[in-house]
C-alpha cells in the first residue's frame, strides 16, 4: 500500500511538516512503523514561474523543506518508497548536486558519501531500537547510491 503526502507552496514556504508529522505520529502510536517500510511518496506541487527550468531539488526553499524534514525524522528513508525513485529524490534535496543532460544527476561525491554514512549510523541504530534486521537494508541503500559496503564494515559498530 502506497501512502502519498500532497506538498504545496505553502507548506513548503512555512517549513509546515504537519502534513508528515500527522502520518508519522499515527504510524508510531498503532506500532506500524515496520509495516510501511518503503512506502513513502511525495506529490509535491511548488508553484514556478512560467519558463523557470529548475527541478525541484534545484529549488531553495523545496530543499529547506526537506533539511527540516530530516532534521526531524533522520530515518526517513525507511519509509521512502526507493523503487519510484524517492529516495533518490530525497538524497537529491540534501546533497549538492549538478544536473547532465546526458549523465543524470551527478552529486558531489564527498557530500554524498558523508550523507550516506551519516544515514547508515542513523538507520541502524533506529532499525536496531526497533527490532528490524538493519545490514542487508543498510547495504542495499548504499547500492542504490552507488557504494558497495562489505559485511566487515558492519562488524565495526
Known sequence: MTITIAL???SINRLDL???ATLIEQLLQEGAIA???QQLRFDINYSQ????????PE????RLWFVRLDAR???LPFL???????FARYTAMLVPHQFSSKEGIQYNPEALEIFLMHKIFILSDWLQQHNIPSQSRLQ????????ELDESFFAMF
Open 73 to 75: 525524522y533522520p530515518w
Open 140 to 147: 542495499s541503500m548504499a547500492q542504490m547510491l552507488g557504494y
Open 80 to 86: 521512502l518508497d526507493w523503487k519510484t525513485g524517492e
Open 35 to 37: 509495516s510501511h517500510e
Open 8 to 10: 504545496n507552496s505553502d
Open 59 to 62: 529549488i531553495p526553499e523545496v
Open 49 to 56: 514561474q512560467e519558463g523557470d527550468p529548475r527541478e525541484l
Open 18 to 20: 504537519s502534513p508528515v
